[in-house]
């Protein structure tokens, strides 16, 4: 008797693993960082993006893990993320910080998202592809709050009292990191690759710990790419999942971000300048920026000593360049008009960065009228005197 009791008592402490403390939270870290995957994998690149195919095999585990562990409906997801990327920070998006405020965003996050996910039109609307076949509609979509609960069962039968610790920590791991950092921080804070036309933020460069959704600028920029690391010193485990398994023949990528190429030595732009100039705007864009700092660091020396302007004015005027002009407020627009009058040279990169926009905002325009565009943009560029912009012109009618 006193012997069964204290088998009991023992199940009810460890469970039939037995595992230590330490143990513990490394199944638990290891569990959360598949949920991750799937989300990022199965619910984001694959589902709601199609930028790449996968297998049955791990398109249904997918499915089953994230009933087990989140109860998320895929068409409900995939239709939420959809809305968000085409009414993106505005009074639309189901959870922008930009409208809603980063608190809300960051700790009423899963609250918003649950909100939307009643909301018919925009399943109607954006809920198109999704799964529909009778496991879906008759397990995952119509019992979507069981399966968390059979989860919490599985965790406490494997390590008794700690396993509601374990679910809990499962439970929350979406709604934190998804709901909270990536759609409240992801918009907020963090730094931009590319100047996309929303507030996405790439928050770290390691896209570890949320299998790759931290590059949420490189996204936002490239929607539907299956791969969000841009530069070399990005990494995007989830982009490291998806080879593997295409190597063994359980995922087919279907998009990348465009890579431009070039031709280097060519005299002048001509259709296929144009036509990757237009293709690879973001790219275009990222490089002028680059060449606004050059030219930047050309006249600070005559901002600060000539025309004596405060160091305060200087550090707003200098992030306010890099900003995309269409997105300046009034104030901001006459900040800059004031450090104009002290450097022409700045003045003409701002401008000619307006004009260089007009290239892919082509709607009044036929391809011939935008390749003489270019051309003349090009030549009033190396005329300019200014060495930024003139390494700039050359690189840019050498793309082809």
Same mark, same amino acid.
Request: aromatic fraction near 12%.
């Given at each position: 008797m006193?012997?069964?009791?204290?088998?009991v008592?023992?199940?009810i402490d460890?469970?039939?693993t037995?595992?230590?403390? +330490?143990?513990?939270?490394?199944?638990t870290l290891?569990?959360?960082?598949?949920?991750?995957?799937a989300?990022?994998?199965y619910?984001?690149?694959?589902?709601?993006?199609r930028?790449?195919?996968?297998?049955?095999i791990?398109?249904?585990?997918?499915?089953?893990?994230l +009933?087990?562990t989140t109860?998320?409906?895929?068409?409900?997801?995939?239709a939420?993320?959809r %809305?968000?990327?085409?009414?993106?920070?505005t009074?639309?998006?189901?959870? !922008?910080?930009?409208t809603r /405020?980063?608190?809300?965003?960051?700790w009423?996050?899963?609250e918003l998202?649950?909100?939307e996910?009643? =909301?018919?039109?925009?399943l #109607?609307?954006? /809920?198109h592809?999704t799964?529909d076949? +009778?496991?879906e509609?008759n397990l995952?979509t119509?019992?979507?709050?069981?399966g968390?609960?059979l989860?919490?069962?599985? #965790?406490?039968?494997?390590?008794?009292?700690?396993g509601?610790?374990? +679910?809990?920590?499962q439970m929350?791991w979406?709604?934190?990191t998804?709901?909270g950092i990536? =759609?409240?921080i /992801?918009? $907020?804070?963090?730094?931009?690759n590319? #100047?996309?036309?929303d507030?996405a933020?790439?928050?770290?460069?390691?896209?570890?710990?949320?299998?790759?959704e931290e590059?949420h600028?490189?996204h936002?920029?490239?929607a539907t790419s299956?791969?969000?690391? !841009?530069?070399w $010193?990005e990494f995007?485990?989830?982009?490291? $999942?998806?080879?593997?398994?295409?190597?063994?023949?359980?995922?087919?990528?279907?998009?990348?971000p465009?890579?431009? %190429?070039?031709?280097? /030595?060519k005299?002048?732009?001509?259709?296929d300048?144009?036509?990757?100039v237009? !293709?690879?705007? $973001?790219?275009?864009?990222?490089?002028y920026a680059?060449?606004i700092?050059h030219?930047?660091?050309?006249e600070?020396?005559?901002?600060?000593?000539k025309?004596?302007?405060? =160091?305060?004015?200087?550090?707003?005027?200098? %992030?306010?360049?890099q900003?995309?002009?269409?997105?300046?407020?009034a104030p901001?627009?006459?900040?800059?008009?004031?450090?104009f009058?002290h450097?022409?040279a700045?003045?003409?990169m701002? =401008?000619?960065?307006?004009?260089?926009g007009?290239?892919?905002?082509?709607?009044h325009?036929?391809?011939?009228q935008?390749?003489q565009k270019?051309?003349?943009?090009c030549?009033?560029?190396?005329a300019?005197?200014?060495?930024?912009l003139q390494?700039?012109?050359l690189?840019?009618?050498s793309?082809?």
């Open positions: 006193d012997f069964s009791l204290h088998a008592l023992q199940f460890q469970g039939l037995g595992f230590s403390g +330490w143990q513990t939270v490394a199944f290891i569990v959360t960082h598949i949920t991750i995957a989300v990022t994998i619910l984001h690149r694959h589902q709601a993006h930028a790449l195919e996968l297998h049955a791990p398109s249904h585990f997918f499915r089953f893990w +009933w087990l109860g998320q409906v895929t068409k409900q997801w995939a939420i993320h %809305k968000h990327h085409a009414k993106c920070d009074e639309e998006d189901p959870h !922008s910080p930009v /405020g980063i608190k809300k965003v960051f009423e996050g899963a998202y649950r909100a996910s009643k =909301n018919q039109e925009t #109607d609307k954006y /809920g592809g799964p076949d +009778w496991i509609r995952y119509r019992f979507s709050w069981q968390v609960a989860m919490l069962i599985v #965790d406490l039968l494997l390590f008794g009292v700690k509601v610790s374990v +679910w809990g920590v929350l979406i709604p934190v998804a709901a990536i =759609n409240g /992801g918009h $907020y804070w963090g730094y931009r590319f #100047d996309c036309s507030a933020t790439n928050i770290i460069p390691l896209g570890l710990i949320i299998g790759g590059l600028n490189n936002h920029t490239y299956a791969k969000l690391s !841009s530069k $010193y995007d485990i989830g982009w490291g $999942y998806i080879r593997m398994m295409e190597m063994v023949g359980l995922a087919k990528v279907k998009k990348l465009p890579v431009p %190429k070039f031709a280097p /030595g005299v002048q732009a001509d259709f300048t144009l036509q990757s237009i !293709s690879n705007r $973001y790219d275009v864009m990222a490089k680059k060449s700092k030219a930047w660091k050309e600070l020396e005559h901002l600060k000593e025309a004596q302007l405060e =160091n305060r004015f200087l550090k707003s005027s200098r %992030k306010l360049l900003r995309e002009p269409g997105k300046l407020e901001q627009k006459e900040q800059l008009i004031e450090l009058q450097s022409k700045l003045e003409t701002h =401008n000619m960065r307006v004009e260089l007009v290239i892919w905002e082509r709607s325009f036929t391809r011939d935008l390749l270019l051309q003349d943009w030549e009033r560029a190396e300019s005197g200014i060495k930024s390494e700039f012109s690189r840019l009618r793309y082809a």
